[in-house]
């Protein structure tokens, strides 16, 4: 399957939690405009999550240098996403290894801890 088509369809999935958690998804203007590298390293995929007017948006390629870089599981992801795992745990456990603007990061894990 195309790569823009499995984004697609992980935009469908993040766009369901947004709508779930309207709280969420206003605080996201506070890191607007920032890019998020996600490598699923178990499905060798790799896909962008542009935070963009209070939205997410899943880019498969993207040629500016993400704010922040993520890698892990896809499970883990989404586990992290629709509030069934700390963020900080998995963090610790190194299931999932982030990089890039802590200022940023740290903002964007906190968002999701308030998810679960």
Known sequence: MPLWMEAIG???FISNILDKNPNFKEKL???????????ARDIKKTFFLHIKDKDIKVIPHMRRKPDVEMRGDVSVLIDVLTGKEDPDTVFFT???????DTATA???????AALG
Not at 29 to 39: A, H, S, Y
């Open 10 to 12: 992980v935009g469908v």
């Open 29 to 39: 203007g506070e890191i607007d405009d920032k890019v998020f590298l996600f490598e």
């Open 94 to 100: 190194r299931r999932l290894e982030i990089t890039g």
């Open 106 to 112: 740290i903002h964007f894990k906190n968002l999701l």
